[in-house]
């Protein structure tokens, strides 16, 4: 069985103070409780990447990430920072693509992969984040619409450089604080179709948006999910721990279930 992927990224929020008491709290659990079946991750903001890397340590069971860098080694280029920076930070995973990244800041999906290739050169885990509009959803193309982001975004990737990118599928219009929660029935064509092409060939395949701890369990029955990647639920400290359980228990049925 895969192992199951449950991260959260912060977005903008959290103070540092307040991103260290989240932190220590996820350390004091891992601590007693960390299971091999689930690899935890967390994405704070740029500010809080060196504060939660000393909280969480250099050994710690979870990952840390940001939730963008440039391609660029170094640069002209005000504002930005590069994969040789955040990691220097203590940044294990660089989340590229996400749909707020491509609306706001133009994104595309030539950036993407020039991302995408600067994480893997130094080493870091690329989570490619990729999503259709309610428009493209009810237009019936959703499933073409994010094998183009992936395939793009992937183009000349060995095997090898292949198999260290997570993919988190986020539907835009599932996400953030007015999107509406996926049903099971809408995540099995998406994922029937991102499993056909990169299933065994990266290491997770996430799903993200109005992901809370009612609906957790069963978007980790879907075919092909191997992990969630969660927002506001896992803000609060007590979610996300929630969350870790409820995927553990899932990793424990499924070893049981043989």
């Known amino acids: ?13 959290k103070t540092l ?8 709290g996820l350390r004091d659990h891992l601590a007693q409780t960390a299971s091999t079946a689930v690899q935890p991750f967390v994405i704070p903001s740029f500010t809080a990447t060196t504060a939660v890397a000393g909280v969480l340590g250099e050994d710690s069971p979870a990952l840390l990430g940001v939730q963008n860098a440039h391609w660029e080694e170094a640069g002209a280029w005000t504002g930005e920072v590069s994969v040789p920076q955040a990691k220097d930070a203590g940044a294990q995973i660089v989340e590229i693509g996400h749909s707020e990244r491509r609306e706001h800041f133009g994104e595309t999906v030539a950036t993407t992969r020039l991302k995408v290739a600067a ?19 009810e237009a019936g193309g959703s499933s073409e619409f994010i094998l183009e982001q992936a ?9 090898e450089e292949l198999s260290r ?4 599928y986020e539907p835009i ?19 029937a179709a991102l499993g056909a092409e990169y299933s065994g060939r990266i290491t997770g395949l996430l799903y993200g948006g109005s992901v809370n701890l009612d ?11 191997t992990g969630l990647f969660v927002g506001r ?15 553990e228990a899932h990793a424990e049925a499924e070893q049981i279930g043989g």
């Not at 994480?119 to 959803?137: D, M, N, Y």
């Not at 990118?165 to 988190?168: N, P, R, S, W």
């Not at 609906?215 to 999910?225: G, K, R, Y």
């Open 1 to 13: 069985m895969s192992t199951l992927w449950v991260g959260t990224s912060w977005k903008m929020t």
């Open 17 to 24: 103070a307040e991103a260290r008491t989240w932190a220590e």
């Open 119 to 137: 994480a893997l050169r130094h080493g870091l885990t690329p989570l490619l984040c990729i999503g259709e509009s309610a428009e493209v959803k």
């Open 151 to 159: 395939r793009g975004a992937l183009a000349g990737l060995t095997d």
């Open 165 to 168: 990118v997570v993919i988190a």
């Open 173 to 191: 219009w599932a996400i953030g604080e007015n999107g509406r929660p996926a049903t099971v029935a809408e995540l099995i064509e998406p994922f």
């Open 215 to 225: 609906n957790a369990a069963a978007l980790l029955e879907i075919e092909h999910v």
């Open 233 to 247: 639920t896992a803000w609060q400290l007590e979610g996300y721990l929630e969350l870790l359980q409820i995927a």
